[in-house]
């Protein structure tokens, strides 16, 4: 469902993504990880087709999305990690926005955003301006308008800030779900526990290159390391933090 050819990036001189080549298929839940600076939200971003790539090509459910972007948007909901919501709506009808920029509308519509506002405990603060939710609130109704329009693919970008914890097992919960109806989820995060119980696979990307992909046990046989994520992900972006970190106490 998401293709990636030699995806590159730069800004001048500097190349933030760098020729990545990645396929995630139908049915899976993939995790995208890497340190801060590695060039995560910037492929997210491309992939969303926010970002322009300096070259390389992007295929959304077949469809290069610099060939026809509107045909390759159409299959894709984006979870930013920072949201944008236009203050002045209520949180019913900023739902209705998204459903329409789709070209979807009507009784169907009204009822999938009332089921996901429900999900979320949003329901009876559907008629309220946005700019009175709370910032985990904001994060719900984003959530709840990446799905609304029933897209075939969702690209998240650290889906857990500012989520309380029954948000966030209600978004797991979703997420699994999704999959496991032939849906394709792409998700960043920092929280290695997460990706870890929950991905079916995971690319960790250093320096703008894909370091290391596959299942765990892929990663542990690419990283010559036989712990868990944490473990791994340190081996591979920087496994000298730790004693860096006593060297800086002991100065």
């Known amino acids: 469902m998401i293709r990636l050819t ?10 933030a993504v760098n020729g990545i080549n990645l396929h995630v298929p139908a049915g899976e839940l993939f995790g995208f990880l890497g340190p801060n600076g590695a060039g995560k939200t910037t492929s997210l971003r491309m992939i969303a087709g926010i970002l322009q790539p300096t070259s390389g090509t992007i295929e959304i459910g077949g469809v290069d999305i610099a060939r026809d972007p509107i045909t390759a948007k159409s299959k894709l909901g984006f979870i930013p990690d920072r949201p944008f919501i236009y203050e002045k709506l209520t949180g019913a009808e900023f ?13 169907e519509v009204e009822h999938r955003a009332r089921e996901m506002l429900a999900l979320f405990d949003l329901e009876e603060w559907r008629d309220e301006l946005v700019e009175s939710y709370s910032h985990g609130m904001r994060q719900k109704l984003i959530v709840a308008s990446a799905f609304v329009h029933r897209p075939q693919v969702i690209v998240v970008d650290e889906p857990h800030v500012g989520l309380d914890p029954k948000s966030i097992k209600i978004l797991r919960d979703l997420f699994r779900e999704y999959v496991r109806r032939g849906h394709t989820i792409m998700m960043s995060t920092h929280t290695l526990e997460t990706a870890e119980s929950l991905c079916d696979r ?50």
């Open 6 to 15: 030699n995806l590159t990036k730069k800004y001048g001189s500097f190349t």
């Open 95 to 107: 739902l209705r926005f998204v459903a329409g920029l789709y070209g979807q509308e009507g009784a």
């Open 202 to 251: 995971i690319a960790i990307i250093v320096a703008g290159k894909i370091a290391a992909c596959g299942t765990m046990d892929d990663l542990r046989e690419q990283s010559s390391h036989g712990g868990g994520l944490e473990e791994i992900f340190l081996k591979l972006t920087g496994e000298n933090a730790a004693r860096d970190l006593v060297d800086v106490l002991d100065a």
